[in-house]
């Protein structure tokens, strides 16, 4: 129900407020609303639900498993995706399953207007279209949101998902403007409250390229860059189902030798050489002005013209982000390929805006300060469509859960690369804006996109956002793995000639003795297919791709298995939140401050955290001993 | 914290007797499973177990095995110690054989760590073991870090540091995988560097085992059949006079050892007991116990009488030697030749006589060259200086192969790095820079390693 204003009857009470209507609110208030939970969102303006600020993208390297992890545990932004993309590609094809990253060209007009139909036709969920400018505390617990005008709405919990509209301030060269996105109002105020009731605010800073219009581009110049020819989706739920060949494609430019000397010269007009900017940029997404300071050798550098949307003409130019003045950037981009007599639309920008600091978090993203207040996306020092929506998915289940007297859902770092992002978040800090990365990962092999509805599906079942339909589904996949599994171990291939013979035409060695074909597909060269004639049964592809990941990849698996095992032992050790750090003997006093503000949930995370010895560790364990004992 | 752990607890060097330490679960299956003697399972706890250390049937050494049950003992968890002769060779022998089989080599101190996290002491005790295991050792320890330093340690640092500029091209690689500015690492880069830190690694670990031997010593075992003259060549080689042979009688791990210092390396002669007391009267080892001998030694001084006849004994012996650095030496070449060798190809021979010193100083100029003791002194090579670098740097060859035989089978560049990456571990390991993942170590690393 959409609601432009409200009459606020003395009974309204919600369960859950989420105040921003991007990536992170439309997880958070779809997963309370379905959960049933009286939810409100409250959001600038509805036409910029689940708005697209900058790269037409979802997906990519670790990004696009964690959109299949949102799937698994019930969450919206596959699926939306499957409903508005220009272009699909699998990458990391030439490399290992663990690292194959699904990625989208998003119609950013479809996706938007797709998520906005879902959220505005969501049962139990509100939306009101309004700024919230300050927080009602009472003892630490959150009690009511304030809006501009003054008006206090009531809530039992509020999930915050402002983005980059805390004190949001636009720049371009010395220009600054206080702003958030496309002109829109910042939130003036909303930092000021949260700091108030006692949050560390931290400035940082993130940036856009230019958009130029699709007609002025000699596209001759470039080369295309088309969407896979093999048909894939983000969601478990959907079979993919469009024409390959109408994807739209993007394309591959370079920077020339002029681009390198205009932007050199004009180094000191950019907000960034020129001193303007006090927020602190993404280290792995610098500016164009960046990498030619940086990497000053390189004579040109990779741009990938990108398609915004269908329905009008913006072509996104990735690689090219600048905090330069109008003037330059004309120059900049008539310096490139095909774009001499290009045409920009909307100029390139910077953006600062307030963060809190997420060691103030606890890992269900409620926040230790005030009681039933959640934060989730870039107010916690993140970036990236993806990383925003699966903490709000987080953020939401978990405000729904508390309401319900349930325990938060924690992922752990072998579970998902949701779990890997939050528990850095709540154990390291950022400092500047926060990417996930396959790096990030330690057990990425564990953390594969074929198998996020295996690692998730149940807790997604469990929470109550994956229907019975959808995980009787599931469980038949789970079925026909083992029955497969099965097969191939009981199907032996004896060593006859014919057989032989063929395997050799593989490149495989001749059997000596009979074999079955689980063993046989531990050998490199054989593929699935190639063994296919000798098992009558049909199977569908994901079941025969997680079979033949398994037997492939077995050694490595279990190196990483055994290494997790190790891990869970220390998380299993649980640190209570009343613990006061300061009484325990012997601890290095970094070591109390740190443990003291990050407050562990267990002695797993407490070890990750930097400036905890493992002496400091023996201690606490000591302490532990002691007080158990007595 | 459940895996086995194992680690020798005696001060590594001479001694009669050498203990090795495992605990965890587990552990007394592990050792039984290389154990000739009683079924340690099935034993009482707190027992004393008689009977042989086997690898694969064949006997490494005679032992006394200790077998502790959970929880009354001192990690709490089951632990079983082996007694073994002190022999460096031995010890280390069975350490290997622990760690091929499951055992994890224990970090300093873990031991202790063990027992203060399973509750058997507290901090303050633990302090106190500390204390008991005295500085000395302690230095010791200090010390066998203190000598990695210099080329070594810039030779490891360089694989560490080359490693990780794979792995973080590896990485940039997955997640930027459009970016053509960056090098895309291949199998072929990974191959040369891994081929390249094998090499040197087993260089430098075949140097550091040679040098081990210098510092330890040579293990020297006469063999040959009664009455050939191996007391005599013995004593000759020990100074009639002077013999240094020491003898702790009453238990049945009776070792006996005589040792002669040769270029400042030292020659510890295995069994001299049973040289010397059986020459003379009816010799009750048979091949069998020669074969064993030579399985212990570094180098076997193989022993013919000039005056007989080959005999299907000595045969046998000879075919034995073929993997080994050994002697030949035929004694009471002032008696009769009866001796034909003509047929078999012996290394090294030299002839000796039973009454004067004749051969005596070229067997010892034998022995230099074949231990290149001269050059080793003379060159300044990089070499780690303790067991616990040595199994360190061991722990890494298997994992090296791994990344290899994934490279040849084309396992992609991002499996092959989980290896890349626990190689690098280990190497910072022997660092002493990371102990992986280890919860509670720096405290405990005081300790030194065993207790």
């Given at each position: 129900m959409l609601y432009n204003t409200i009459d606020f009857g003395s009974d309204i009470m919600y369960d859950v407020i989420v105040i921003g209507g991007g990536h992170a609110g439309c997880e958070a208030s779809l997963a309370s609303a379905r959960l049933g939970k009286k939810t409100l969102l409250i959001t600038g303006k509805i036409k910029n639900i689940a708005d697209m600020p900058c790269n037409p993208s979802i997906g990519g390297p670790a990004k696009g498993i964690i959109v299949r992890e949102i799937d698994a545990l019930g969450g919206e932004m596959a699926k939306n995706i499957d409903k508005s993309f220009l272009q699909m590609k699998m990458l990391n094809t030439k490399k290992g399953p663990a690292v194959r990253a699904l990625r989208a060209q998003a119609d950013k007009v479809t996706y938007q207007k797709e998520m906005q139909d879902t959220i505005l036709n969501q049962k139990n969920l509100e939306v009101l279209e309004a700024m919230a400018e300050d927080l009602e505390v009472v003892d630490n617990k959150f009690k009511a949101v304030v809006l501009a005008d003054g008006t206090q709405i009531e809530g039992k919990s509020v999930v915050i998902t402002t983005g980059t509209y805390l004190k949001g301030m636009v720049l371009y060269g010395d220009t600054k403007i206080s702003s958030g996105p496309h002109d829109e109002k910042p939130s003036l105020h909303l930092s000021d409250a949260l700091k108030r009731i006692g949050f560390t605010i931290k400035r940082l800073k993130t940036g856009t390229p230019p958009r130029i219009k699709k007609d002025t581009i000699d596209f001759s110049k470039a080369t295309i860059q088309p969407g896979d020819k093999e048909l894939y989706n983000f969601s478990f739920s959907n079979t993919p189902n469009y024409n390959p060949d109408e994807q739209i494609p993007c394309h591959l430019i370079y920077t020339t030798p002029e681009t390198h000397k205009i932007i050199k010269e004009n180094l000191t007009k950019s907000s960034m050489y020129g001193g303007y900017v006090e927020g602190v940029g993404p280290r792995y997404c610098p500016s164009i002005e960046d990498k030619i300071v940086k990497f000053a050798d390189k004579e040109r550098h990779q741009i990938f013209l990108e398609p915004e949307s269908l329905y009008y003409d913006d072509i996104y130019i990735q690689g090219f982000s600048t905090s330069m003045p109008r003037d330059i950037q004309e120059k900049m981009v008539h310096s490139l390929p095909g774009l001499e007599h290009a045409e920009i639309v909307k100029y390139a920008y910077a953006i600062e805006y307030d963060a809190i600091d997420s060691l103030q978090l606890k890992p269900s993203l409620e926040s230790k300060i005030v009681e039933n207040l959640y934060t989730a996306g870039q107010i916690n020092g993140t970036s990236g469509y993806e990383e925003a929506a699966g903490q709000g998915l987080i953020a939401g289940i978990n405000a729904a859960r508390k309401i319900d007297g349930k325990e938060p859902i924690v992922l752990k770092r072998n579970e998902a690369y949701i779990g890997v992002l939050i528990d850095d978040l709540v154990t390291k800090g950022v400092i500047d804006p926060y990417r996930l990365l396959?790096?990030?990962?330690?057990y990425r092999l564990l953390l594969r996109h074929d198998n996020a509805n295996i690692r998730l599906m149940k807790y997604g079942y469990d929470i109550g956002l994956i229907d019975k339909k959808e995980y009787k589904k599931f469980e038949r996949l789970l079925r026909d793995i083992e029955l497969l599994k099965e097969l191939l171990k009981t199907i032996k291939i004896t060593p006859k000639e014919e057989t032989n013979n063929y395997l050799e035409s593989l490149g495989s060695a001749k059997l000596l003795d009979s074999i079955t074909l689980y063993d046989l597909l531990k050998r490199p060269e054989i593929e699935f297919e190639s063994i296919k004639k000798y098992i009558e049964e049909d199977f569908d592809k994901d079941v025969i791709e997680q079979v033949v990941i398994n037997i492939k990849y077995d050694g490595y698996i279990s190196k990483e298995n055994k290494e997790v095992e190790k891990m869970l032992e220390y998380e299993k050790i649980l640190l209570s939140e009343d613990l006061d750090y300061s009484k325990v003997p012997n601890l290095a006093k970094e070591a109390v401050q740190k443990l003291n503000e990050?407050?562990?949930?267990n002695v797993g995370q407490a070890l990750r955290i930097s400036g905890v010895n493992p002496a400091d560790i023996t201690m606490l364990l000591l302490y532990l001993k002691r007080n158990r004992n007595e | 914290m459940n895996d086995i752990i194992v680690a020798?607890?005696?001060?590594?060097?001479?001694?009669?007797i050498s203990i090795i330490r495992l605990s965890g679960e587990g552990c007394i299956q592990l050792v039984n499973n290389h154990f000739k003697g009683k079924n340690l399972t099935k034993v009482d706890s707190h027992t004393i177990n008689y009977g042989y250390i086997i690898d694969n049937s064949k006997i490494i050494d005679q032992v006394l095995i200790s077998v502790m049950k959970a929880p009354k003992t001192y990690t709490r968890e089951d632990v079983v110690e082996i007694n073994c002769h002190g022999g460096i060779a031995a010890t280390n022998k069975i350490l290997e054989l622990m760690i091929l089989n499951g055992a994890r080599l224990a970090e300093p101190g873990e031991f202790t760590k063990r027992a203060f996290l399973n509750g058997r002491i507290d901090l303050v005790e633990a302090e106190a073991v500390m204390d008991l295991i005295n500085s000395k050792t302690e230095k010791a320890r200090i010390q066998s870090v203190n000598q990695l330093e210099g080329r070594l340690t810039n030779i490891i640092r360089k694989f560490r540091q080359e490693l990780l500029e794979l792995l973080a091209n590896i990485e940039v690689n997955i997640d930027y995988p459009e970016y053509e500015d960056i090098e895309v690492v291949t199998i072929d880069n990974i191959k040369d560097k891994v081929k390249e830190m094998n090499t040197s690694l087993n260089n430098i670990i075949k140097e550091s085992e040679n040098r081990k031997i210098i510092k330890d010593g040579i293990n020297v075992a006469i063999v040959g059949r009664p009455n050939v003259g191996k007391s005599s060549i013995l004593n000759k080689l020990l100074g009639e006079n002077k013999a240094i042979v020491t003898d702790i009688a009453g238990t049945t791990r009776d070792i006996v050892e005589g040792s002669i210092t040769l270029n400042g390396i030292e020659l510890n002669f295995i069994d001299t007991a049973g040289i010397r007391n059986t020459e003379d009267v009816v010799e009750k080892y048979g091949v069998e116990k020669s074969i064993e001998e030579i399985n212990k030694a570094d180098l076997v001084i193989f022993v013919l009488n000039n005056n007989e006849e080959l005999t299907n004994d000595d045969i046998e012996l000879i075919n034995k030697l073929k993997n080994k650095k050994y002697i030949t030496v035929i004694n009471k070449k002032d008696l009769e030749q009866k001796l034909d060798i003509s047929k078999y190809e012996l290394n090294n021979v030299i002839y000796t006589d039973t009454i004067s010193m004749d051969g005596i100083e070229s067997l010892k100029d034998k022995i230099i060259e074949l231990f290149n003791l001269e050059e080793i002194e003379q060159n300044d090579v990089d070499i780690f200086t303790s067991t616990r670098q040595i199994t360190l740097a061991k722990e890494c060859l298997p994992i090296l192969k791994d990344v290899e035989e994934g490279v040849i089978n084309n396992v992609p560049v991002d499996m092959v790095s989980i290896d890349i990456k626990r190689i690098w571990t280990l190497l910072g390991e022997i660092l002493g820079e990371n102990y992986s993942e280890e919860l509670i170590d720096q405290l405990f690393s005081q300790f030194c390693l065993g207790k």
């Open positions: 396959t790096s990030r990962a330690e990050i407050k562990p949930i | 020798i607890s005696t001060s590594l060097g001479k001694g009669a």
